[in-house]
């Protein structure tokens, strides 16, 4: 059964803080992982990642993959009131037309000034 | 610039009335999907419909159908609703199934 684990379900932090957000899985026939942000509404996307090894970046936000040890990581610098969101992953299997994507329970996130 | 349109983004029901949620996209999407979410339960699959003409269950169908109308439109209908159905539905929609979703603003759904 494919899986997805995010770890930690909730956490607290003060702005200007380092987080990061980790996401293990386990699916067959792995193509790439994804995360979105999801605050009060529908998620949005921030990266998706296929490669091992190599970062994705976007200002404050950046992560990269682990395809050998099957884990993400979601690093946030210099956090800010508005980071504070749910952080959802998600898997998507290869070539596989008819699989939707895998998602995690989402780590929830807040930041306080 | 519309994306992924769900209506209502609000019902109340009582138990065991019925309601149809439409989703719509424009944006020449094959695959399209339906999920709720639940506190501390994050995003579960109710159906799916990888492409026109098919539709397949996730990991929570029991109580729901679902109509793939055409390529634009995927309603969710919910037969009998029961206190258990209150949540968040989310329509999402994806060029491939399994790459990237767009999704809708969700409809907050609560039965009483």
């Known amino acids: 059964e494919d899986k997805v684990v995010q770890s930690p379900l909730s956490l607290v932090v003060h702005e200007g803080d380092t987080v990061t957000l980790n996401c293990s899985y386990e699916v067959t026939n792995f193509r790439s992982l994804l995360w979105y942000k999801q605050e009060k509404k529908a998620p949005t996307f921030l990266f998706m990642l296929t490669s091992s090894g190599i970062e994705k970046k976007s200002g404050r936000l950046s992560s990269i993959l682990d395809k050998k040890e099957l884990f993400s990581i979601l690093n946030i610098t210099a956090t800010q009131t508005g980071d504070s969101a749910v952080y959802l992953c998600?898997?998507?299997?290869?070539?596989?037309?008819?699989?939707?994507?895998?998602f995690g329970k989402g780590t929830r996130l807040s930041v306080i000034a | 610039n519309a994306g992924v349109t769900q209506t209502p983004k609000f019902q109340v029901l009582k138990t065991g009335q019925s309601m149809t949620l439409q989703c719509a996209q424009d944006?020449?999407?094959?695959?399209m999907y339906w999920y709720r979410q639940d506190p501390g339960m994050g995003l579960r699959l109710i159906y799916y419909s990888a492409s026109e003409g098919t539709t397949d269950k996730g990991e929570v169908p029991n109580g729901y159908n679902v109509s793939r109308l055409n390529k634009r439109e995927f309603s969710l209908r919910l037969e009998s609703a029961a206190p258990s159905q209150t949540s968040v539905y989310f329509c999402?929609?994806?060029?491939?199934?399994?790459?990237?979703?767009?999704f809708g603003s969700g409809t907050r759904l609560t039965v009483v």
């Open positions: 999402a929609s994806s060029e491939l199934a399994g790459v990237g979703y767009t």
């Open positions: 998600a898997v998507a299997h290869r070539n596989s037309g008819n699989t939707p994507l895998v």
């Open positions: 944006m020449n999407h094959n695959s």
